[in-house]
Nanobody, 124 residues
Framework: QVQLVESGGGLVQAGGSLRLSCAASGRALSMYTMGWFRQAPGKEREFVGGISKIGGYTYYADSVKGRFTVSRENVKNTVYLQMNSLKPEDTAVYYC?????????????????WGQGTQVTVSS
């Protein structure tokens, strides 16, 4: 079983950048496909981006494509979400999640392990 802890959230002005980190313990992160999700107040949790455990394939939601980048550093057992050109509509709690499948899934039900989330607030 893997435990996940997100960090790096905060308050930023529109157009700014943040880098979120997701540190894993208990098992090697290289064993998992990793996803980033977010949930705004009153909305369902949605897929943001992810990276596969084999080949490092990445995939992003259309709303963040070209602005967000997911990367992984297996030596540090950490996955990152680099967020640039932030918009007020990016405001949400951001979660990382781990899935032991090979394929990169975009729905929450495929992910077995979740972090506690980190708040990102983008002011206009």
């Amino acid at each position: 079983q893997v435990q996940l802890v997100e960090s790096g959230g905060g308050l930023v002005q529109a157009g700014g950048s943040l880098r979120l980190s997701c540190a894993a313990s208990g098992r090697a992160l290289s064993m998992y496909t990793m996803g980033w999700f977010r949930q705004a107040p009153g909305k369902e949790r949605e897929f943001v981006g992810g990276i596969s455990k084999i080949g490092g394939y990445t995939y992003y939601a259309d709303s963040v494509k070209g602005r967000f980048t997911v990367s992984r550093e297996n030596v540090k057992n950490t996955v990152y979400l680099q967020m640039n050109s932030l918009k007020p509509e990016d405001t949400a709690v951001y979660y990382c999640a781990a899935d032991d499948s090979v394929g990169l899934q975009t729905t929450t039900s495929f992910y077995d392990y979740w972090g506690q989330g980190t708040q990102v607030t983008v002011s206009s």
